[in-house]
């Protein structure tokens, strides 16, 4: 079946330290893929895609590459912020399910220090 | 961009009572909509689709005579959490469909904080 595993958190960075979520999904066909984010409080807001092998999905200084070979979206950041600190959810679409079945890591915390 | 806002944003009601929570589309004619539930630190749990004008379709697990799903309109969806019990409690959020080109994207509403006593 179709399922997203993301890195264990909470991780604890420094501010402008770097920032490596891992995210590998099982899937059969091309999915796409997602990161969300949460701040506290709040709903999801979508924070990058990528919808085939190779896609790099970007916004606001984070990336993620689709990697068909190795099933990963892995999430980046070169330098965070204390403000980047939420809860980040790796999530896939399977294909031909017209987005009604999107599945969700169980999400990364992510704590960044002054 | 498209927004989803819900209402209210966070009860307090004692068990037995029932609470409604509103899912609205501000800017956009949501065909379908998602409602999830959040447990403290874990993942969405997808509860049912509620699709406009029809019956919402209910996830293994998920009572339908407990959580009541309306979509009467493109722009409107509600839960209802009838005879609500302490294990109810939890964080609601729902997300509306865009089909504008491709891939689909979900927006997702600010969530709807239940608070059984």
């Known amino acids: 079946g179709n399922s997203v595993t993301q890195m264990e958190g909470p991780v604890t960075l420094s501010e402008e330290a770097f920032l490596t979520i891992n995210c590998t999904y099982t899937?059969?066909?091309?999915?796409?893929l997602f990161w969300y984010v949460q701040y506290p409080g709040e709903g999801l807001q979508l924070l990058l895609k990528a919808t085939k092998a190779d896609d790099k999905g970007s916004n606001k200084g984070f990336e993620a590459t689709y990697r068909k070979e190795t099933t990963s979206f892995h999430l980046e950041k070169g330098s965070v912020q204390v403000s980047d600190s939420a809860v980040y959810f790796c999530a896939l679409s399977p294909p031909n399910t017209g987005g009604f079945k999107t599945i969700f890591g169980a999400g990364t915390r992510l704590f960044v220090k002054a | 961009g498209a927004v989803v806002s819900q209402h209210p944003s966070w009860v307090i009601c004692k068990s037995g009572t029932s609470v409604k929570i509103e899912c609205r589309s501000l800017?956009?004619?949501?065909?379908?909509m998602f409602w999830y539930r959040q447990f403290p630190k874990q993942s969405l749990m997808l509860m049912a689709t509620?699709?406009?004008?029809?019956?919402?379709?209910?996830e293994q697990g998920v009572e339908k005579d407990k959580f009541l799903i309306n979509h009467a309109s493109l722009t409107l969806s509600t839960l209802t959490v009838t005879s609500a019990h302490p294990e109810d409690s939890s964080f609601y959020i729902c997300s509306a469909r865009v089909a504008r080109g491709l891939p689909y994207e979900q927006y997702f509403g600010p969530g709807t904080r239940l608070t059984v006593t």
């Open positions: 800017d956009f004619q949501a065909t379908t």
């Open positions: 509620s699709n406009e004008g029809s019956k919402a379709t209910y």
């Open positions: 899937a059969t066909g091309y999915p796409s």
